[in-house]
């Protein structure tokens, strides 16, 4: 059985413990000394200080010290020994992580990347762990960093500002999907959205903001879509007040409340066999338990909302549909039936 470090640092202090009080009891035992004399003779022996002796030792007495330091020289060992493998293994788990991080970071595409891991990045980061979306996650705050990495498995963090384009391109920006700035200022949202479309001017930037007026830079800037949290949690406030069953339904969808529903986005391909189909003929709630909220046309990019069964089905069409996890992996199973 392997036994972690900490283990091992255990064991040698109970050992250091043993060996203390063995000398100590020899020494009140042997030389008849109290017991504070013999600990302080115990623990110059032991480090090797040489501090004159206490009392006189008798013969009996000098084989005991004789004993003493041989065990303190093997104590002495066993620490450095201990203290030497802390500082490999951190050394080579620390190598280990980059490399496996560098993997990672290689295979990345079509991904999301999350600038800032706070609360809300947290949170974010959560969701796409729960959804299997690929992401990587740039944080500056070391300590938050091993925080982030211990606490889930396989995430992919980066240490670094993401307000450096350097840090941005080694998240692979130009080949992501898509990036939310989560960071605390306003500013570096902003610098983070002109730098990330810069270099990829095809990705989809959604970012925070504390303010109503950087909500105008932001889109300015290129921002797909800015959420201010202080506005959104006073509207659901009010919401709360005069409408709290629409928000239990809300809380139902966004998983917060007792049923886990979701809304999801499917795409119809174009060889689906659900193409030129209506929706009644298509029979979507009876093979897979889905709601079908809204229909997006890819002719006319614009939505249905809960559409008739007449409505007839075309290829890149997007169907908003609302239910749990189970259910959304049939529909996607049977759109791509030929």
Partial sequence: MKI?????????????????????????????????DSLYMTAITLTSVGYQEVHPLSRSGRAFTIFLVI??????AIMVGLVSTFVIETEFTEIRKLKKMEKKLNKLENHYIICGGGKIGER??????????????????????????????????????????????????????????????????????ISARAINPKLRTISRAAEEETQRKLVAA???AVIL???TGALRMVSLAIRPNVVSFLDVMTGTGEVTLNLEEVEIPPYSTLTEKTLGEAKIPKKTGLIVIA????????????????EKLEPKD????LGNNEQIKKLKEYVKEK
């Fill in 4 to 36: 972690s470090l900490s283990g091992k640092l255990f064991v040698a202090l109970v050992i250091v413990g043993i060996i203390f009080f063995i000398g100590t009891t020899g020494y009140v035992y042997i030389e008849k000394w109290s017991v504070f």
């Fill in 71 to 76: 065990c303190g020289y093997g104590m002495l």
């Fill in 124 to 193: 974010i980061a959560e969701e796409f762990i729960k959804a299997k979306i690929p992401f990587a996650l740039i944080e500056k705050n070391e300590e938050r960093v091993n925080l982030l990495v211990e606490k889930y498995q396989n995430i992919i963090c980066i240490k670094g500002d993401a307000t450096d384009e350097s840090v941005l391109k080694k998240a692979k920006v130009e080949k992501a999907k898509g990036l939310l700035s989560t960071l605390p200022s306003d500013a570096d949202n902003l610098f983070v959205v």
């Fill in 222 to 224: 290129g921002a797909d």
């Fill in 229 to 231: 949290p202080n506005l």
């Fill in 295 to 310: 229909i997006r046309k890819k002719s006319t990019g614009t939505f249905k909302f809960n559409p008739l069964s007449i």
């Fill in 318 to 321: 997007i169907l908003i549909v």
